[in-house]
């Protein structure tokens, strides 16, 4: 069934623009779509294919012999346990007491394609709770996924494994998104909810709803007590996600022991205040019936997000160590492993399957792949008849991003007017909304501060989820994680903005963002004391620092029109590394010399009066500080000078430029360097070298008009003019 | 009233250890107690004297005048409005709302003494919603406090003035912690109320409630959106604080527009949820009565923290701006202005106080020292009966360190047992905890992780609030800003915990407390790869950088366990500047040189077979890596090299050092540096120069057994051995 016929169908894989340079990725490729006998099954049955296979499914449902659930149940509780065991490593407590709810899931509920995980119109399951990830690595590996074989779960958190210590969407083929870090996943399932939600509003017919899938999560007391889920949750009730049905783990325990110690609110109480609809599964241990009519009363309401409060015992089973903390992320030992299996009835070798549960399971690859066919057959009646939205939602689905795209990015002369870049950004935003169907974002209630909204759009709304324009509220760690479940959703191109200095309210999120591959564009306004009077609450000064620190983001800060194209032409490309654009409140001149190339390149000189490599001095800087740069450079060539100016836009990709290059523009023999940025000068001694000098801010910014700070703080073309004559 | 005598009573200033270098201080010193008048006062009429005042006070509330309330509520819309439009810049909008609930606190309801803003028995206020800062100075300014003068309400924003355009503690006196970043401020509120709570619960006696104040806040909507004021006002209900009040500023404006947009949530039954009393105050424009019931009912209910809705319209009496998002957060524009003075009868010139309303405010300072006096009365009964109570909650006052407190660290010796940091952090806190009454803390549920518990003490809990042990939950922001708030409250010493990676969640609130100068612990453990099977999501990176480059902090990486004590002893010291400890999951041996003596220079040598200060080659490490660094200086050395290993504990403190010390540990002369770090190589260039080599990752973790991942990512004694022979 599995072999692949690429040209002949959608593979819907996201396209892959950059890597992280160093962790090891799974070969998607291999995945695909349709074989040939499908295909023909499509061709004959059209759409009754897929009522007949739902109704099979339900039927198989209906007439599942309960022993042979529990049989199944426990298969979970093992292999997690197992795989616990043998890494000596892990958390078997929330498997052994989510594996009921689990199953459900995955065997009775959810549609998808163990051959394809990426198939466009899957359910997305999301566990929250990422530490007990060898649930979601049990189900997938009896639901048949390749990416959890036996020797998979066998080398649960071991080098190069594809079943690490928490879910990893880069490394396990089936899992969504990274989960670990609590709160997260919750509102990577609000993004993953939101999307689809958009999607379908702006694609689906009256005769053809070609975008329709739920999301699905599991969450426990850890990410209840996270802000960044009430952030999310109270959005998702805002939008009326009525296909994010959540699984709240209510097990009254916590590392610290009884929640009793740290959590004693309602939650229920709480989510009925943020607009959704809750429904208590009192016995979550062995109450089938109950988990599954709670899904079907939760599928019954569309307008609504709804948690379902499933009480469980952590480490269901084990005699003596089920409903504590010792539970949660410790392996039981050899000793409570057998005390276990006796008390659940578990006569089997470790990570065994029996027979009965792998042939129930058994047949989830060949109802996958016919749901999948069934779903293009749709597609593929979709395209005969709408052409146009068709093609759209491919390149959506895709993420392939239209030929000659980037020619609608704006240029600037030096003649054209100064601007803030946080408007120049908002021309940038509102030229590829127009060549980009994928584009779509918004700010953390700062839209007419960030400039970032698209004016030809209007708001995604409860009512009008087809618009782009996302009003994520004051929310920015709801907001970044939202953004990070909309662009692994599908090929969607998400941007969402605050001031850079609030990156610190979402800066887990943004971590997650470039570890997990996540190609959210970040809009970071007001990126300096150039902001003036709000003062140092609000002005950033390590920040540009601490993202040239982190791994697999592009830290980016244009200086005029042209880089702030440059900007965005890099981060658009870059759909598999996040981009942070720093953006000025304060009007900035278009300088000479500045060019989307050049910020193809992370550094280059914008203006030089050397010859031979051998400039008399370099002078650097980024953002608003380059004009301060390139006015010092004038001043000193008057004198005789001979200056390359050098605007450092992304050190990132400086970095990854060829030595040749990177020597043409900074050479090792010039040491006279001089740096000049609005900002802790932590890190530049990389790039003026221990004989250059960094001009920058080392203390806390202050309130008080922009222009008065920079001349206090030294950051002024007479502090370069005068530097450059010391180095 | 105000001349000091400050040998007389108690001055209750935090005590001053460390300063932010460079930003300007208020002179705390001229502020003090009593007089010898009212000394005599307190000795006359003893426990008296209370009651009369504030018998007085209320005959004062309920004969006031309405229209003489009005006037003065209109004074200080005013006086906000005229401060904005002067500095062109600013949010009048709040203010002009918020102007009938701030009077009635400040006016009629809150006990403080203008004349020493740090009296420790006042009730404190804070303005959560800080863009609204000029409604505190406003009243601050009416009130009498020296901080707020007519000048200074001029000079609103301007550089160096004491009214920015955010509230600063630092800058401030009479503000008490930083706000603007929204959701910190209600999160400080839990904190402050936390700290009177469990203060009073250790000291108060029956017969005298020596502490005793509530703690009041105004947060708006943003506030309410942030995910941290969820987690705050979580604990808030679980912990049962009576005595905080929060007026919620309900006007359903935010920047963006209506709330309407992205805010639809029921929050009246979200904090039912939470466990909190609500009431709703319907118009809070002119329905004093309504707000001073409001509060009289709040303070009724004992066993639970008490959300005041109050319905405001943004910007009230503005006839065109009025309940728009225009007049949030700019100036109301010349016309406006007339036209607002017209629309409120307002005839004055700009910053006019009319006389009427400058006298009725004009008793606040009398009545203010009489209160003080009247505490300072009081606690000299209780230092009479209560000797032993009195002397420690002094010293928590005041937040003097008991003498020879730093001789209960423990020391090692090279043949002490190899320890985990995080193992030996728990014995210094535990050791400390017996030397200093001030210290309590805890862990965002990770206690026994990150190894936090005070053995000795029990859980600070509703009905256990004297114990010291406190259970954040999973809730790093509000984690943070709570120890904010209790570091800003008096001289109790915070310290709170989690996974290192995980201060990406609550770097706002770091952030806060490096710019407020708040003295908080930040225990942070599991700081590398070295936690093993985690995985990525679990394993900081950059982290250490990205503390190195912001201001004010100090990030310590100690080695062992005379490290872990020595970076015990300057974070203690370091009241005003708050220290995060990098501790490590894995085991490492105690190495032979280190010292607490050497932690505090920042950087040392730990060993050294060369003379003249011209070692071969220097080998750096921190933390975890000083022992591969001091393993690799051992074979190096049995090759005939000379070799230095040098510790590098805190950058922050190294820096600081004089530049003959630092020649004495990194001689400019000697370029062969190699420096190894289990975290991003950013930064390192400063201290290896252009020709050292830095070992480090710059790259994301991965989840395998520590070792296993120390060794794939080249963090081992061959590759320092190599680097060394390199350079």
């Known amino acids: ?189 609000v993004g993953l909810a939101a999307a689809e939600k958009h999607l379908a509003a702006r694609y689906n017919k009256p005769d053809n709803e070609i975008v329709d899938h739920y999301t699905y999560v599991i969450l426990g007391d850890g990410c209840q007590m996270e802000g960044i889920s ?104 050899a000793k409570e492993v057998d005390a ?70 704006p240029t600037y002369t030096p003649e054209s007017a100064a601007d803030a870049t946080r408007n120049l950004s908002q021309q940038c935003l509102n030229a590829l909304a127009k060549v980009l169907p994928g584009l779509l974002g918004g700010s953390a209630d700062l839209a007419s501060s960030n400039m970032t909204l698209l004016k030809m759009f209007g708001d995604f709304q409860k009512g009008t989820p087809e618009e782009r324009n996302v009003r994520f509220g004051v929310r920015e760690h709801g907001m970044g994680a939202i953004c990070n479940g909309i662009a692994l959703h599908s090929g969607l191109i998400p941007y969402c903005a605050t001031f850079f200095v609030f990156t610190d309210y979402m800066r887990a999120a943004i971590r997650i963002s470039a570890l997990s591959e996540a190609g959210v564009i970040y809009v970071m ?31 980016l800060r244009p200086a005029d029109g042209n880089e702030t194209a440059g900007a965005y032409k890099i981060a658009v490309l870059n759909r598999k590394r996040p981009s942070i654009l720093a953006l000025s409140r304060q009007k900035l001149p278009q300088l000479p010399g500045t060019s989307i190339e050049g910020v193809e390149k992370g550094g280059y000189a914008i203006s030089d009066n050397s010859s031979g490599n051998k400039p008399d001095v370099i002078l650097i800087g980024t953002g608003s500080e380059l004009e301060i740069a390139a006015k010092a450079g004038d001043e000193l060539r008057k004198e005789g000078k001979t200056v390359r100016v050098v605007s450092l836009v992304s050190w990132e990709l400086f970095d990854e430029q060829s030595e040749a290059y990177k020597e043409s523009v900074l050479p090792a023999a010039v040491t006279a360097r001089v740096s000049i940025e609005a900002g802790s000068t932590f890190g530049w001694e990389k790039i003026v070298g221990t004989k250059g000098k960094a001009i920058g801010i080392d203390r806390f910014g202050a309130s008080a008009p922009a222009g008065k700070i920079y001349k206090e703080f030294g950051l002024t073309v007479e502090a370069v003019i005068e530097a450059a004559k010391a180095v």
Not at 530 to 548: K, V
Request: charged share 20%; net charge negative; aromatic share 8%.
């Open 1 to 189: 069934m599995a072999a692949a016929s690429a040209s002949s169908s959608l593979s819907l894989l996201p396209r892959t623009l950059n890597h992280h340079s160093s962790t090891p990725h799974p070969n998607r490729l291999a995945l695909s779509g349709l074989t040939p006998k499908t295909q023909a099954l499509r061709t004959r049955h059209g759409r009754r294919a897929r009522a007949t296979v739902r109704a099979a499914a339900v039927e198989t449902l209906e007439k599942a012999d309960t022993s042979l659930v529990e049989k199944s149940v426990n298969t979970i509780r093992f292999l997690s346990i197992d795989a616990v065991e043998k890494a000596n490593s892990g958390h078997p407590g929330l498997p052994m007491g989510c594996a009921p709810m689990g199953h459900i899931l995955y065997d009775e509920v959810m549609r998808y394609n163990p051959s394809n995980p990426y198939w466009f119109n899957r359910d997305r399951f999301v566990l929250s709770a990422g530490h007990g990830c060898m649930l979601q690595y049990a189900l997938l590996h009896l639901a048949g996924y390749d990416s959890v074989k036996e020797e998979d779960l066998k080398s649960f958190r071991q080098w190069g494994s594809r079943t690490p210590g928490h879910p990893e969407n880069f490394e396990t083929p089936g899992v969504e998104v990274t989960t670990g870090p609590l709160g997260q996943g919750i509102a990577n399932a």
């Open 230 to 333: 009430n952030e999310a949750c109270s959005l998702a009730g805002h939008w009326g996600l009525g296909k994010l049905i959540a699984f709240y783990d209510d097990n009254h325990i916590s590392i610290d022991g009884d929640t009793e110690i740290a959590f004693t609110e309602s939650v229920d109480t709480r989510f009925e205040g943020l607009g959704w609809h809750v429904i208590w599964v009192k016995n979550g241990n062995t109450g089938y019936d109950e988990i599954r009519a709670a899904i079907k009363e939760a599928k019954a309401v569309k307008d609504k997000p709804t948690l379902i409060k499933v009480t469980t015992t952590i480490g269901y089973g084990s005699p003596n160590k089920a409903n504590s903390y010792s539970v949660h992320g410790s392996a039981l030992g």
């Open 340 to 409: 276990t299996r006796k008390n659940l009835g578990w006569p089997f070798e470790p990570f065994h399957v029996p027979e009965d549960v792998k042939k129930h399971w058994s047949r989830h690859i060949p109802d996958g792949a016919a749901l999948e066919a069934e779903w293009n057959a749709k597609f593929a009646e979709y395209e005969k008849k709408y052409k146009e939205e068709a093609a759209e939602l491919k390149s959506i689905i895709t993420g392939e991003l239209p030929a000659g795209w980037d020619k609608a990015l």
């Open 525 to 555: 306004t007001h990126d300096s004391i150039g902001l003036g009077e709000d003062g140092p609450t609000h002005q950033p000064i390590e920040h540009l620092a601490s993202f040239r620190a982190m791994p697999n983001i592009l830290m």
